[in-house]
């Protein structure tokens, strides 16, 4: 028994050891990748696209009111007895005469099909249906504005894990060197060639780098935590990027070489938000001619077919099924309504005016977004150069006071200040080249180049067509 014990013990503690080395196992995550499983996997982007599949099915709804509608209908009904009313004529015999006209029938069954076509509703019916055309287009636009705002997302997430981890291999780096500067100090100090003032300095120095390692392996587990976050991972995963943030976008270097003006002018016609804000505009356009549609009278076209036992169309009534039929046209025209559709045609025109004004401060909007954007791309491409020269000055202003520290021809504090010099310039130059890449991503999206809304629209509607089959 024990023994037995004693081996699950070994099994469950063997588990949670392979369970402990999975969850600290380094995984490593592309930008592609990472982008790819949250477009299929955040939240965010399945409420999206469920706004959309539903704005897609609340237009297919309003189009059938334009159809004919059939309804079919049955019933049964149990009467209460009465008298039959019997027709006898006071003829002497044998010319007497007696016959039931309207017999006791107390078991009746009905059976009704009908139809109805909308023949002319005022427009109410047809502008409706462009309405939620509109809408359902709007909707998709909408989507796709999530998807490139997602896209976004998760570069800015990306790139802030990519930096976090280096500035802590930086920073370690560091502590290493003001380790191995303490050491030497210390060794002078020994020698009376350096006092317990420089050796405070260089503790206190190494004290300060050993924080910001501390915070920067912190910075690492909430960077990592953001970007599982956003695709759909378990935020304990030990993930880190491995694209190379030297590399250049060649989209953006082109944009970069266009006139911001031929930039502005691609996002306004390309961005979904101003596609949107037009479709809503166009759809509040429809629902003023909507509204306007009960001045107008309102025409049907129907017909019935009755299949009844007893049927009341046939005299006298028999305990039989017979069938008849109706066919008419029905006109209502609604003479007063105290103002109701004068009030809902001004609401109606209210709401296009906010329209119009919404759709103007879009414009705004994006024509702000894509010149700030611009600049900002323009500002980190010219950083990483200016970066990459202060590093490589900064790595050899290091070289050569370590040297001449070691000659004795340094300071302590010149080689500190050439230690925090040297820190500081790599921690720019490497964030210069992540900053390039948000810079860059955030161009795209100000243009509106990340991906076709018409893509979107074919899947969406490819994914409708199923679920109707």
């Not at 025109?349 to 791309?377: F, I, M, P, W």
């Amino acid at each position: 028994m024990r023994h037995c014990m004693k081996r699950k013990f070994m099994i469950i503690a063997l588990l949670m050891f392979q369970a402990a080395a999975a969850q600290n196992n380094p995984i490593p995550v592309s930008l592609a990748e990472c982008i790819a499983k949250a477009l299929g996997q955040n939240p965010s982007m399945k409420i999206s696209e469920a706004a959309a599949e539903n704005a897609e099915a609340h237009a297919r709804e309003t189009g059938a009111a334009l159809l004919p509608q059939l309804r079919l209908a049955a019933g049964a009904m149990e009467l209460s007895s009465v008298p039959a009313y019997t027709l006898t004529l006071p003829l002497p015999p044998p010319f007497n005469f007696s016959k039931t006209i309207f017999p006791d029938i107390t078991e009746n069954y009905s059976l009704k099909l009908s139809m109805q076509q909308p023949v002319f509703t005022g427009f109410k019916l047809s502008k409706s249906k462009e309405m939620s055309d509109l809408n359902a287009e709007a909707a998709r636009e909408d989507y796709s504005k999530e998807r490139f705002d997602m896209v976004v997302a998760v570069t800015v997430a990306y790139w802030t894990l990519y930096s976090a981890v280096e500035s802590e291999r930086v920073i370690g780096q560091t502590v290493e060197q003001v380790n191995e500067h303490l050491k030497d100090i210390q060794s002078s100090a020994q020698q009376g060639m350096a006092t317990d003032a420089d050796v405070m300095k260089v503790q206190v120095q190494l004290s300060s780098m050993k924080v910001k390692h501390v915070q920067a392996r912190n910075n690492i587990r909430i960077a990592s935590m953001t970007l599982n976050s956003l695709i759909g991972n378990s935020l304990s995963d030990n993930i880190f990027a491995v694209d190379d943030p030297q590399e250049i976008d060649a989209a953006v270097d082109g944009m970069m070489k266009s006139d911001v003006s031929i930039l502005t002018d691609r996002a306004v016609e390309k961005r979904p938000e101003i596609k949107s804000m037009k479709l809503r505009t166009e759809m509040s356009d429809a629902g003023v001619a909507a509204a306007k549609g009960g001045w107008y009278p309102q025409v049907y076209l129907g017909a019935d077919y009755n299949f009844a036992r007893p049927n009341p169309r046939i005299l006298p009534p028999a305990d039989e099924w017979n069938g008849t039929w109706d066919v008419g046209i029905t006109v209502q025209w609604t003479i007063w309504d105290w103002f109701t559709t004068r009030h809902q045609t001004a609401q109606a025109e209210a709401s296009l005016k906010q329209s119009e004004a919404g759709l103007s401060k879009v414009y705004d909007a994006v024509k702000l977004e894509v010149t700030r954007e611009y600049y900002a791309a323009q500002t980190a491409s010219e950083e990483i150069a200016v970066a990459d020269s202060g590093a490589e000055q900064a790595q050899e202003s290091y070289r050569m006071t370590r040297e001449k520290f070691k000659m004795g021809m340094a300071s302590n504090s010149d080689l500190l200040d050439a230690e925090t010099a040297l820190l500081q310039a790599k921690l720019t130059f490497m964030q210069a080249r992540v900053d390039y890449k948000v810079a860059a991503a955030k161009l795209k999206r100000a243009v509106g180049g990340l991906q076709r809304p018409s893509r979107i629209k074919r899947r969406l509607q490819a994914k409708m067509d199923l679920q109707s089959k």
